[in-house]
């Protein structure tokens, strides 16, 4: 993953399992705490995303002080 430019990371995944099934988000995760990156999940995201939706992951970002976005979305 190399540097990252932030301090806390919003990482948006689908709704879906096969992230977390097939090792993704582990993987992730796993760099993300090698760059000493803070970071929240959001994986309400389901195909063709709903404006709600967008709108609800903004405010989560911003509620949880993340100042930058890792989206992972298969």
């Given at each position: 993953m190399?540097?990252?430019?932030?301090?806390?990371?919003l990482v948006v995944?689908?709704?879906?399992?096969?992230?977390?099934?097939?090792?993704?988000?582990?993987?992730?995760?796993?760099?993300?705490?090698?760059?000493?990156?803070?970071?929240i999940i959001f994986d309400k995201v389901g195909s063709n995303p709903t404006k709600p939706v967008v709108e609800e992951g903004g405010r989560f970002a911003k509620e949880n002080g993340c100042d930058f976005i890792v989206a992972y979305l298969i």
């Open positions: 190399g540097a990252v430019h932030g301090k806390k990371a995944i689908s709704n879906g399992k096969s992230t977390r099934a097939n090792g993704y988000l582990d993987r992730l995760e796993n760099e993300l705490k090698q760059s000493k990156a803070e970071y």
